[in-house]
């Protein structure tokens, strides 16, 4: 056991089977800016605390390691992408922080960036708020709470990271992931605190925010909010990709105007990738998962 605001965290093997490396988890890591949720960190083949690794944290991370227990029997396989690269020497050593998302209740509201959201008006807003996925299920089920969720990240989570594993702690060596809602949280966590995530890959970002494209407020929302804290940025390094079958039928215009803001921005740190035929699935950001990893984790760049 060990100690995080006097509420004990205890680290366990994981029940999730991994195929190299080993799996650790914190069942209910206590937060006083959101909802507890299980946190699992992932060490490569031969983990030592002779040597420091480089940190990735990945959203969703229910769906990261095992198909035998995700909701639709599929996974990013982080274990055996990350293993590999490591073992070939394309990046530079690291663990991985998976964390849970807050179910259906919390997932949209947790990871809708706050500050554009609150830069639309009360009626837009509200337009949102009304949205449902189906008839039983709103798209949110509570209030946009991302601001709170980076907190957790940053002031509770990366602490305990920091201070409990043989981990780099700057930004050059912090690094953020997810896809779709998960893509736009890191975005916003790298601008947000760009001296704290020094990298971020977005696959399959969704830029509608929504589910609704006619008459969306909410592209042009993030657009303007980037477009405004490109200048915050120094030496961050962001990638994007795309594909363009099932929910990712609606992203190659709307990725092309995030494009546009960041040609404003050194090419040698972004790039925005473009797979046809992809679909918006753990399948498909499995098979490409190598290429943000090494963009954000260059053996070169150490």
Known sequence: ?????????????????????????????????????????WLPDGYSKKLKYAVLYMHDGQMLFDASVTWNKQEWQVDEVASSLIAKQKTKPFIVV??????????????????????????????AYNQRRNSQQKVFENSVASDNYLKFLVEELKPYIDAHFSVLTDKQNTAI?????????????????????????????????????????????FNQYMAKGLANLSGNRIYFDYGDQTLDAMYPPLQKRVDE?????????????????EEHSERSWAKRLDIPMQFVFSSEAR
């Open 98 to 127: 998976a964390i849970d998302n807050g179910g259906d209740d919390h997932r949209h509201s947790d990871y809708f960036p706050e500050k554009p959201f609150l830069s639309l008006t009360k009626q837009q807003q509200q337009i």
């Open 1 to 41: 056991m060990v100690q995080n605001d006097k509420t004990k965290i205890e680290l366990t093997d994981s029940i999730e089977s991994v195929t190299s490396g080993q799996l650790k988890t914190i069942t209910k890591f206590p937060s006083k800016f959101v909802t507890s949720r299980r946190v699992q960190v």
């Open 261 to 277: 803001i960041f040609s404003q921005y050194d090419n040698t740190l972004w790039v925005s990738k473009f797979f046809p035929g």
């Open 177 to 221: 992931m997810g896809s779709s809602m998960g893509g736009l949280i890191s975005m916003y966590a790298m601008f947000e605190y760009p001296h704290v995530f020094g990298a971020a890959a977005c696959l399959s970002t969704h830029w509608p925010g929504v589910f609704f494209s006619d008459n969306n407020p909410i592209p042009d929302a």
